[in-house]
């Protein structure tokens, strides 16, 4: 998108100050607001159901059987062992592989899982969808599931180095505590806000500076 309107913040606009030579950079209020099924409570397997690989132990690669996020959502993974004594979970990572919110194709490694533990681990990207994930080899036999969810971080509609938050609401309620914004001026995916409270299903409000 380009032009003025709606007003432009990536065009370099500044202000006039006291001083003659200091020319501020002008910046904008923007107040974005998740519904309530956008803010959905985290879920583990709210993209893809268990996906189990009994006696094999080698790597599966799925392509189908995707639910999207609520909304642009960062991605977890979360691995048990049916055999109930975690002794086939390996410390390996899954590869996910979807779009952002440009629909541009963006690929994501999650951290590690926790050695012999079952758990959950949790990406950092916000996905708007989910084309593919890759779950790498464990023991033989591979008596372990891994479900594939979404967790509390959103995606921000803007590629910035720095966006500041004036404050976040959940459930109209403001926040004690700030939010964490994480920002990049290269990849919209990586530019996220995460409340210091779980997301609910109920909306959440954040005005930020752009």
């Known amino acids: ?3 003025f309107y709606p007003k432009n913040p990536a065009l370099g606009q500044v202000v ?16 974005i607001e998740w519904t309530a099924a956008e803010a959905a409570t ?3 397997d709210g993209v893809l159901a268990a996906q189990t690989d009994l006696g094999t132990g080698g790597a599966r690669t799925v392509t189908t059987g995707f639910t999207d996020p609520p909304c642009p959502r960062n991605i977890t993974a979360t691995v048990d062992d049916v055999t109930g004594d975690d002794a086939d979970i390996k410390a390996v990572q899954v590869v996910v592989t979807g779009t952002n919110m440009l629909d541009e194709e963006i690929t994501e490694t999650l951290p590690a899982f926790t050695l012999n ?13 989910v ?80």
Not at 21 to 30: K, N, V
Not at 117 to 129: E, L, P
């Open 117 to 129: 533990t079952a758990g959950s681990v949790a990406g950092s990207k916000a996905f708007k969808t």
């Open 42 to 44: 985290a879920d583990i």
């Open 1 to 3: 998108m380009s032009g």
């Open 16 to 31: 006039q100050s006291d001083v003659a030579d200091d020319h501020p950079d002008r910046s904008f209020i923007a107040h």
């Open 131 to 210: 084309t593919q994930v890759v779950i790498p080899a464990g023991d033989t036999p591979y008596d372990v599931t891994t479900a594939i969810g979404f967790g509390d971080i959103l995606g921000l509609p803007y590629a910035e180095e720095e966006i500041p938050c004036i404050a976040a609401y959940l459930n109209s309620a403001l926040e004690g505590t700030a939010a964490t914004i994480t920002a990049s001026a290269t990849a919209i995916e990586s530019n996220t806000i995460d409340l210091n409270s779980a997301l609910n299903g109920t909306k959440v409000d954040a005005y930020l500076v752009i």
